[in-house]
């Protein structure tokens, strides 16, 4: 199945605005580019106990200019690493963008006024977010970014060819 | 109504794509260059040996700078990853500690940057290389790799602001403390996906050095890339430098802006950023807290024109006893500039310590990690929460002369301060 058609579920995680990319993984852990190793100092300057209690499946919701900060894509693999399904946040940083979209992280912009804990229901194919008490809605890929997120990666999308060679 | 005129960025992106293209639309684009440095590189690498081509060679450059010379075993498994995979395939443009430097500060120096070429690199302040007329733009490391391999990547043709400077800056007003000021009127997100374009007299005025300090902390204001006009400054600094022949552009006077704003340049004045945040700013005469490290370097103010700063503002005093000035030269280069000037001994008699280049403390890799509870006034670019050290550590942002003034009284102080009370 195409993740751009995908129905996923998962139990959320509440961080704040402007998480920037030192808290999602600091710096002296740039030693190593493996999401396992990465996965276990997950936010651990700010939340010292997330890394152990999230689970496989699990959806982070953020606020506002989430992985603001230095390029390092290993950030989302930080994240990939803990098994986070799915990133929701109001908006993000402009390379953490890219860089989930490139390594198959799914991300969507949205507003989700829902307690931590809350099971949400993403179907990424209507744009539509629901939950026990709620719901909300969000932006689809654009066509272009859904050929590169549905090709799982940047490095799938450019061996199918879609990058033209001049 | 939208005009038909284009912004600099339209221009690049519209030749590097073969359409006729403006804000908003999603293009694929020939690079100009693609640089890695030690942490982005092996991922760079990884995504690369994937796609079974042969690399763009001419294209690629390779710039071991955040932890070299290694800080440890695995940070020098990392660099030797670059390192093989530059000699496996003979690239022309590795830089090896002793011959590079901060990968912005070398893509500058060594003629990469020129104006409207299209360069993508995998760190953030990319974007450093608009100061010279440049679109660069900050990616990731993988999709760096599959550009190793094809040469071409998508971008999203972003919007502009513009951000005009009238008037004349002070003579003690930094390129650093121009983009404090608007950083803090726009917040850390108030350019996110923007190109920040930056014109004006008090633009014309700066030196190229000040202008890149400018252009580097556009991504601490969320842009994408930055761009300034190229003029007869830039002409100069590029004359014995650029690696391809580059014509000047220009945004057209009809071009469509997200914003315009327009400062007034006797309103800027020299400042500091709170911890925590760099649009958390205050002027420097209302802060006077205590330090432990005053830190010059980083792509944002490690070059001679800083540290010619900072020694003008050293000559002839003392750090104060309970603070260490460490000052780290952006690149080889600089670094030779200051030891040819005199500036090494300058800041070593007064009790500076000088390194060769590395990014090193500015990301809190090594070299000048702050302790808990340690404060450091930073010529660099990020003031997050434990950005250089400790989770509760504190770094405060500065122009390189308070910097050094403040590493003589021990505390946040302005380089007059300094004059007034140590004669
Ligand atoms: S000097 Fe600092 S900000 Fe510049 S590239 Fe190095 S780590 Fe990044």
Same mark, same amino acid.
Request: proline share 4%; charged share 25%.
């Given at each position: ?77 930080? +994240?990939?690493?803990?098994? +986070? ?9 402009? +390379? ?32 539509? +977010? ?37 | ?8 960025? %339209? ?66 498994? =990392? ?14 443009? /590795? ?100 190109? #920040? ?88 005469? %209302? ?44 690149? =080889? =280069? ?11 001994? #300058? ?15 500015? #990301? ?31 770094? /405060? ?19 007059? %301060? ?6």
């Amino acid at each position: 199945m195409k993740l751009s058609n995908d129905l996923i579920s998962g139990k959320i995680w509440r961080l704040g605005d402007n998480v920037d990319t030192d808290q999602i993984i600091p710096a002296k852990y740039l030693v190593t580019s493996d999401p396992d190793k990465l996965a276990m100092h997950f936010m651990e300057n700010t939340h010292p106990e997330l890394a152990k209690s999230i689970g496989k499946g699990d959806i982070i919701v953020a606020g506002r200019n989430f992985g603001c900060g230095s390029s390092r894509e290993h950030a989302v693999k930080t +994240i990939q690493g803990c098994g +986070i399904r799915l990133v929701i946040a109001e908006s993000f940083a402009r +390379i953490f963008f890219r860089n989930s979209i490139n390594l198959g992280l799914p991300v969507i912009e949205a507003k989700i006024e829902a307690p931590e804990g809350t099971v949400l229901n993403v179907d990424m194919e209507k744009g539509r +977010i629901h939950w026990d008490s709620g719901e909300s809605e969000f932006q689809k890929y654009p066509p272009f970014l859904k050929k590169i997120v549905d090709s799982g990666s940047i490095i799938n999308y450019a061996k199918e060819g879609l990058i033209r060679q001049k | 109504m939208k005009n038909n005129g284009k912004t600099a960025v %339209e221009k690049v992106f519209s030749e590097k794509s073969g359409e006729d293209v403006y804000a908003g639309s999603i293009v694929e684009a020939e690079l100009d260059y693609v640089m890695v440095n030690d942490i982005t590189g092996p991922s760079a690498i990884d995504a690369f040996y994937q796609l079974d081509v042969e690399p763009k060679k001419e294209k690629i450059v390779l710039i071991p700078d955040h932890f070299v010379p290694s800080k440890d075993i695995a940070s020098a498994t =990392q660099s030797k990853k670059l390192r093989d995979f530059a000699w496996k395939h003979e690239m022309p443009n /590795y830089f090896e500690v002793g011959r590079g430097g901060v990968c912005h500060q070398v893509m500058m120096e060594k003629g990469f940057a020129t104006p409207g070429a299209l360069i993508a690199g995998a760190d953030s302040h990319t974007c450093t290389y608009g100061a010279l007329g440049a679109i660069s733009v900050g990616i990731g490391g993988t999709e760096a790799g599959v550009i190793f391999g094809t040469g071409r990547m998508w971008f999203k043709v972003p919007e502009t602001m513009m951000f005009r400077i009238n008037g004349e800056l002070d003579s003690s007003v930094e390129g650093k403390d121009v983009i404090l000021n608007l950083i803090s009127r726009i917040g850390v997100e108030g350019g996110r996906y923007k190109c #920040l374009e930056f014109r004006g007299e008090g633009v014309e005025g700066l030196g190229v050095s000040d202008r890149m300090t400018m252009a580097n902390m556009a991504s601490e204001a969320g842009a994408k890339c930055a761009f300034m006009a190229p003029d007869k400054k830039t002409e100069d600094y590029l004359n014995s430098r650029s690696r391809k022949t580059w014509s000047f552009i220009d945004s057209d006077s009809d071009a469509n802006y997200d914003r315009i704003f327009d400062i007034d340049a006797s309103e800027l004045e020299p400042v500091v950023s709170m911890p925590g945040s760099p649009a958390d700013v205050k002027p420097v005469s %209302e802060v006077n807290d205590e330090i432990d490290q005053a830190y010059i370097g980083s792509c944002t103010n490690g070059r001679i024109e800083d540290i010619r700063r900072a020694a003008q503002v050293l000559k002839g005093k003392k750090v104060h006893p309970r603070t260490r000035l460490i000052v780290v030269p952006s690149s =080889q =280069q600089v670094f030779e500039d200051a030891v040819s000037e005199g500036l090494v001994k #300058l800041i070593a008699e007064a009790g500076g310590y000088v390194s060769g280049p590395t990014c090193g403390a500015c #990301l809190g890799g090594y070299m000048g990690v702050l302790g808990p509870g340690e404060r450091c006034i930073s010529s660099t670019n990020r003031n997050f929460l434990g950005r250089m050290g400790d989770k509760d550590s504190k770094v /405060y942002l500065a122009n390189p002369s308070v910097v050094a003034a403040s590493s003589i009284l021990g505390r946040i102080a302005s380089p007059r %301060e300094v004059y007034e009370i140590v004669k």
